[in-house]
Structure formats: structure tokens, C-alpha cells
């Protein structure tokens, strides 16, 4: 079965710091996507790669950075957070582009 | 403006009866797939739909797609308490990328 797992799982962070999640697959997907869920919002794509060392920007990409330094590793940075961050955050792989994507339990980031 | 969005927001059956939520999409599409995400989790994948199927079939869950007016439809049947959950539909219509609608929330109540 796929495998996608997250870290941290839960983060409080202070406004204008850096924080850094992690996600990891080992389904052998070439793609990787982040996304934020916010009520009302449903999962909006912020990042995502298709290829190690190549990331692409999504919908909401402004205030993130993305790192996919491997196949099976994809970071999504938070270079300065801030209050309109607080949410919750999912990494998913899929094989190709519009296949099935596998998500991870997600990393509730609260930023005070 | 949604590309992907579900209908109803929310609704609620009893345990044993059927349920559906619709879907409808402002693009052309390759596929359509459903998710669930129950609380706490991560969505997980029901259903995956092509353009040129009109419908399709996973142990209770049936799919329907029509193109040409750019809706879908899933629906439970025999619901239980464990398909409490928000149900979304998302579309492939933006090349290397799913599109997710905001989601039906569906209450099961024993």
C-alpha cells in the first residue's frame, strides 16, 4: 500500500520565523504535491514536483518555497510565517500527473 | 471561482439509507476522481472516472459522469456510521495537477 508520511505532525510557530515540513514516499512517484486545507477552502495546491532537484509553482504558492532534494523526500518552507499560514497541510504523490494521489495525515501548523 | 464544486455542502442520513452528492466542473477533463477524508486524516481516493466512462462501480459506491453537461455524481448505498466523512470530486483539467472542489460534508447517524 502507499506510503506517505509527514513531519511534524503538529508545529506552533511564532510569526516572522522559519519552518520547515517534511514529507517522505515510498511509492516510487515521480510527483509530489503540498497543499493547505483551510475551512471553507477545501485542499488548495501551494507546490509541487515532478522530478527530484525541479519544483513547480501551484495555485497559492506565495510565502512558501519547496525543496525536492529526492525522488521520496519534497519540504515546503516557510521562509518568514505568518498568522495567515495557521492551517493544515498535506503532502500527496501520485504516479503521473492526473493518477490517483496518495495523501499523508497532514501537519496541523499553527502560527501565534 | 471553483473549477470542481460538490452540492450539497452537507447532509445527513440515517445509517441503511443512501446518500448521494453531486459534482459539477467548468472544464474539459481526462478524469474525475472522488476522495474522502474523514476527520483527522488525509483524503483517500474512492473512485477514478474517465471521460469516456459514464459510470463506475466500487463495492457501494457508484459513479456517474456526464460530459457534456460537466457534472458527476457518487453515491453510498446501505450507508454506515464510518462513511461520516467530506467527500470531494477533483478534476485532472489543469494538465499535471488535481483541481479539488471545497467538499460535501456527510453525516451518517445511527
Known amino acids: 500500500e502507499a506510503a506517505v508520511t509527514q513531519s511534524p505532525r503538529s508545529k506552533v510557530a511564532v510569526t516572522g520565523g522559519k519552518v520547515t515540513l517534511s514529507c517522505h514516499q515510498t511509492?516510487?512517484?515521480?510527483?509530489m504535491y503540498w497543499y493547505r486545507q483551510d475551512t471553507g477552502h477545501g485542499l488548495r495546491l501551494i507546490h509541487y514536483?515532478?522530478?527530484?532537484?525541479?519544483?513547480e509553482k501551484g495555485d497559492i504558492p506565495d510565502g512558501y518555497k519547496a525543496s525536492r532534494p529526492s525522488q521520496e523526500n519534497f519540504s515546503l518552507i516557510l521562509e518568514l510565517a505568518s498568522l495567515s499560514q495557521t492551517a493544515v497541510y498535506f503532502c500527496?504523490?501520485?504516479?503521473?500527473?492526473?493518477?490517483?494521489?496518495?495523501f499523508g495525515p497532514g501537519t496541523r501548523l499553527l502560527v501565534l | 471561482s471553483q473549477l470542481a464544486e460538490e452540492n450539497p455542502w452537507a447532509l445527513s442520513v440515517h445509517e441503511g439509507e443512501s446518500v448521494t452528492v453531486n459534482c459539477s466542473y467548468k472544464?474539459?477533463?481526462?478524469?474525475l476522481q472522488w476522495y474522502r477524508q474523514k476527520s483527522g486524516e488525509g483524503p483517500a481516493q474512492l473512485i477514478l472516472?474517465?471521460?469516456?466512462?459514464r459510470e463506475k462501480r466500487n463495492g457501494r459506491l457508484r459513479a456517474t459522469l456526464d460530459t457534456s453537461s460537466q457534472s458527476s455524481s457518487l453515491s453510498i448505498t446501505a450507508t454506515r456510521c464510518e462513511d461520516t466523512a467530506v467527500y470531494f470530486c477533483?478534476?485532472?483539467?489543469?494538465?499535471?495537477?488535481?483541481?479539488f472542489g471545497i467538499g460535501t460534508r456527510v453525516l451518517v447517524r445511527p
Open positions: 514536483s515532478y522530478v527530484a532537484d525541479s519544483t
Open positions: 472516472i474517465r471521460s469516456n466512462e
Open positions: 477533483a478534476t485532472d483539467s489543469a494538465g499535471n495537477k488535481l483541481t
Open positions: 500527496a504523490s501520485s504516479r503521473t500527473g492526473g493518477d490517483t494521489q496518495y
Open positions: 472544464t474539459s477533463i481526462t478524469a
Open positions: 511509492n516510487n512517484h515521480d510527483y
